[in-house]
C-alpha cells in the first residue's frame, strides 16, 4: 500500500498519528525560496529517519501550473532545478541533506514554482517474505524569482460564501500586481462583516502565523488572482465582507 503525503499535509501527519506511531521520516522545510542569481539560487533540504532501520529516498522534481484555487501539478521537470544527491540511504536516526539549486533562465522575467518530491523508495523483501509496505511522499513547494522584485498583494474583493458544513464563511480574492510570487501568510488579513443596513457585525485580524494554520502558507503567483477561502466562521449568512491585507509587523 502507498500513502502519499501532500506539502500541506505533510507537517500534519506527525501531530494527528497516535503516540505510539513512528514515522518513517521528517523532511525540512516544507516550502523554500530561490533566485536566479546569488547565494540564493540554492538551499536545503534535511531529511530525518526517525525510523528504526535504514530509509532509502529519492528527490524528484516537476514544475507547477498555477490554478485560482491553488496549484497543479504538471508532472514534467523542465530541469531547472539541480537536486544533490538525487538518491541517499539514510541510517536510523541519522539526517541527509540534499542540495536544491536553480540552474534554469538567470534572466527569468516572473516566478515559476515546482515540486521538489522526497519519496520513500520500497525495501527489497528477502526472498519468499511478503509484507505491506507504507511508503510517505513528502512534498516541498520550491518557488524561484528574478533578484531585487517583491510581491504586491491586495484584496481585490471579498464575499460571503460557505465552508463544508454550509456555515458562513469570508471568500477573499486576492490579486499579486507583481511578476514575483508571495505569500498570504506573510500578511495580515482583516475581516469585517456588516449587516444590510452597514452596521458592523464582525471584525478580526488574523495574524500571519494565524494564515498559516488555517489556510497554508496561500502562494499567490506574480501576476495571478487567487480566490482564497477563509475558514473563520461568520455571524451572518446574509451580509457584505470587506478584507484588508497590510505587512505583518
Known sequence: MKSNVSFMSAAAVSLLLPAASTMAMTVQPVVIDLKTSGRDMSQVITVENTFASPLPVE????????????????????????????QALIEPGQTQTFRVQYVGDPALAGSRHYYVTVAQLPVKLPEGQSAIQILY?????????????????????????????????????????????????????????????????????????????????????????????????????????????????
Open 59 to 86: 528527490l524528484t522534481v516537476q514544475e507547477l501550473r498555477l490554478t485560482e484555487t491553488g496549484v497543479s501539478p504538471t508532472g514534467k521537470d523542465p530541469g531547472d532545478l539541480l537536486v544533490f544527491p538525487p
Open 137 to 249: 511522499n513528502f512534498q516541498v513547494l520550491a518557488s524561484v524569482a528574478p533578484a531585487g522584485v517583491k510581491p504586491k498583494l491586495e484584496v481585490t474583493s471579498a464575499e460571503v460564501g460557505k465552508d463544508g458544513a454550509g456555515k458562513p464563511v469570508a471568500v477573499v480574492t486576492v490579486g499579486n500586481a507583481s511578476a514575483v510570487h508571495g505569500y498570504l501568510s506573510g500578511s495580515k488579513l482583516r475581516i469585517v462583516e456588516k449587516d444590510a443596513a452597514g452596521k458592523e457585525q464582525f471584525r478580526r485580524t488574523l495574524s500571519g502565523p494565524e494564515i498559516q494554520q488555517t489556510i497554508g502558507f496561500g502562494l499567490v503567483g506574480g501576476n495571478q488572482t487567487r480566490k482564497v477561502t477563509i475558514p473563520v466562521e461568520l455571524p451572518l449568512a446574509v451580509g457584505t465582507v470587506e478584507a484588508t491585507i497590510t505587512p505583518e509587523g
